[in-house]
């Protein structure tokens, strides 16, 4: 799915948050949605086909991708995949140095923009990702003195091996100029899931002729309008039956589904085993 991801990272004091995700997580799949926090991506095992944008990259284990403020982005685990990411305000870095504070600003701002896929990148970058990731994890005592030392050796890596390039309005690529309409349509869609939403309704939320509607959202997100939607119900479907106390008929109209059986073959297909088996594991 496609959708501006708002939520509350952390604390307001500590804006990071750690997401481990292997088969049992609900969203397991990533859906396509954006957000203006950074990102990191680790992947623990397997591979992960990950799309930025215009980009795609097929990550292994071992490999960090980064993820840009407000990139549309989504990724597919293979059968192996295990994954973690982190999101976060970089404004958590508070410094009163003048060349520091304007790095840190200037990728806020969306002024530079970092290197998304750093599987070549030196040890020195590798060394302090995998600090950032392990001190999250482990959550000692002092681990937010570890995640705020290894933030800024990740920024000391990127910055002395030149892994950024400044932006200018000149250098946006002609296809992502029609991302501001994807958007539109990927709110569209979270804000109306639980209703009903037809291929008409998306095509005019993206000023576009259903045809070519279909090309374009195939190109940009690798499924189609329906796909997506259809994905999208069922990782809300999931949300719901991991953290609310709803019987699985009533996740199931809550998450667009009028037809009891079809949401059960169609989860069962997504996720691997029935919404019942999913929400009791």
């Not at 997401?19 to 954006?34: A, C, V």
């Not at 957000?35 to 215009?54: D, T, Y």
């Not at 392990?134 to 050796?153: C, E, P, T």
């Not at 002609?174 to 309409?181: A, E, G, Q």
Request: aromatic share 12%.
């Amino acid at each position: 799915m496609i959708y501006n991801e708002l939520v509350e990272r952390g604390s307001e004091n500590f804006p990071i948050e750690l997401y481990l995700l292997d088969k049992n997580h609900p969203r397991y799949e990533m859906s396509f949605h954006w957000h203006s926090e950074i990102e990191f991506i680790r992947i623990i095992s397997g591979k992960l086909n990950v799309k930025l944008n215009s980009n795609e990259y097929i990550a292994k284990k071992g490999d960090i991708i980064f993820v840009n403020p407000e990139t549309i982005h989504g990724a597919i685990p293979d059968d192996e995949c295990i994954y973690e990411c982190i999101v976060m305000r970089f404004d958590v870095l508070n410094t009163a140095d003048e060349d520091c504070r304007f790095f840190i600003d200037s990728l806020i701002n969306k002024e530079i923009v970092v290197s998304e896929y750093n599987h070549n990148a030196p040890k020195s970058f590798f060394d302090s990702a995998n600090t950032l990731f392990d001190s999250m994890r482990a959550s000692n005592q002092g681990y937010k003195f570890s995640v705020i030392s290894a933030l800024y050796g990740l920024i000391a890596a990127i910055i002395d091996n030149g892994m950024y390039s400044t932006v200018s309005s000149a250098q946006i690529l002609p296809k992502n100029k029609s991302l501001p309409r994807l958007k539109k349509v990927l709110s569209y869609i979270r804000e109306n899931y639980d209703k009903q939403i037809t291929l008409q309704s998306m095509a005019q939320k993206a000023n576009m002729s259903q045809k070519y509607f279909c090309s374009f959202f195939k190109e940009m997100t690798s499924k189609t309008p329906m796909e997506y939607l259809i994905l999208y119900r069922i990782e809300c479907s999931a949300r719901k039956l991991k953290s609310t106390d709803m019987s699985v008929t009533d996740v199931a109209l809550s998450c667009g589904f009028n037809d009891l059986s079809y949401f059960i073959k169609t989860f069962k297909k997504i996720k691997g085993c029935t919404p019942a088996k999913f929400k009791n594991v």
